[in-house]
T-cell receptor, first 112, second 115 residues
């Protein structure tokens, strides 16, 4: 099976812009989660989607949003980018009712 | 809330040395516990897991035992290789299976193995 794929792998944006990141889960996986990884805060949970519904959300401002499509692909959007949003954004997928998550390679976002 | 504490790095070892990375957790209920590994420039890979007390997870020579009495899940390997150099993350999942699920991670431990 193909693994979790994320596009793009690298992005450079300017403060105030918005950005959309994409994640395609492993075939058959219906749950998609997003995490932010920074040197200072480590790995932090953003949100989790299942069957196009957000089931859980972390402590991030409303500028961070996401959605999931009927084919389980997911996107996350960050509006009005700030320098502090520079991070590696990781997507993970899992079969529901199981605790095991599989991660993609991440999207490296740099905000200048 | 839930939290994971793992030993601060970096950890530097010679090839074939014994490895221990300590991990303790705080959680309500009965979490599942994981070790993930991240190689430079890559995402996280699941190394091993344990879903209930006294379970031992193992993979690629690494082992960790779910100790409920000490709320610990220490990672061990008897003989490390240069290729084991990476960042290791301890993590737990909270909530009943299938609902309210997310991973809470420790800060990560950088392991460097020298030849």
């Amino acid at each position: 099976k193909a693994g979790v794929t994320q596009t793009p792998r690298y992005l450079i944006k300017t403060r105030g812009q918005q950005v959309t990141l994409s994640c395609s889960p492993i075939s058959g996986h219906r749950s998609v989660s997003w995490y932010q990884q920074t040197p200072g805060q480590g790995l932090q949970f953003l949100f989790e989607y299942f069957s196009e519904t957000q089931r859980n959300k972390g402590n991030f401002p409303g500028r961070f949003s996401g959605r999931q499509f009927s084919n389980s692909r997911s996107e996350m959007n960050v509006s009005t980018l700030e320098l502090g949003d520079s991070a590696l954004y990781l997507c993970a997928s899992s079969l529901d009712q199981e605790a095991e998550q599989y991660f993609g390679p991440g999207t490296r976002l740099t905000v200048t | 809330g839930d939290s994971v504490t793992q030993m601060e790095g970096p950890v530097t070892l010679s090839e074939e040395a014994f490895l221990t990375i300590n991990c303790t957790y705080t959680a309500t209920g009965y979490p599942s516990l994981f070790w993930y590994v991240q190689y430079p420039g890559e995402g996280l890979q699941l190394l091993l897991k344990a879903t209930k007390a006294d379970d031992k997870g193992s993979n690629k020579g690494f082992e960790a035992t779910y100790r409920k009495e000490t709320t610990s899940f220490h990672l061990e390997k008897g003989s490390v290789q240069v290729s084991d150099s990476a960042v290791y993350f301890c993590a737990l999942s909270d909530g009943p299976r299938g609902s309210n699920y997310k991973l809470t991670f420790g800060k990560g431990t950088l392991l460097t193995v020298n030849p």
